[in-house]
Nanobody, 124 residues
């Protein structure tokens, strides 16, 4: 049974940093493209960042470029999202997702497995 478990969310002031983790079980992470999405209240879930199986390719939403960094340690079956210079508009539930596909994938419907989400709240 595949499970993705996010952690690391919380309350932070604007300008601060958080690092989210996504621990995967029931799958071999090196075969999966990974991504982070987020959903703010009243809004649709949106793409944040994605990384290819090997970690050699990444893609970011324009709104987070230069502030967020996605990384992965396949040996630990874990994916990370380092978030710096946080803004109130980054407030959302952040979800980790996995797709047994090659390349970098930013389409929500391309992902087969999802975590339960972790809340990130940025105060002004």
């Amino acid at each position: 049974q595949v499970q993705l478990v996010e952690s690391g969310g919380g309350l932070v002031q604007a300008g601060g940093s958080l690092r989210l983790s996504c621990a995967a079980s029931g799958l071999t992470l090196r075969w999966f493209a990974m991504a982070w999405f987020r959903q703010a209240p009243g809004k649709e879930r949106e793409f944040v960042a994605a990384m290819s199986r090997s970690g050699g390719s990444t893609n970011y939403a324009d709104s987070v470029k230069g502030r967020f960094t996605i990384s992965r340690v396949n040996a630990k079956n874990t994916v990370y999202l380092q978030m710096n210079s946080l803004k109130p508009e980054d407030t959302a539930v952040y979800y980790c997702a996995a797709a047994e596909l090659s390349g970098v994938r930013d389409g929500i419907h391309e992902y087969d497995y999802w975590g339960q989400g972790t809340q990130v709240t940025v105060s002004s």
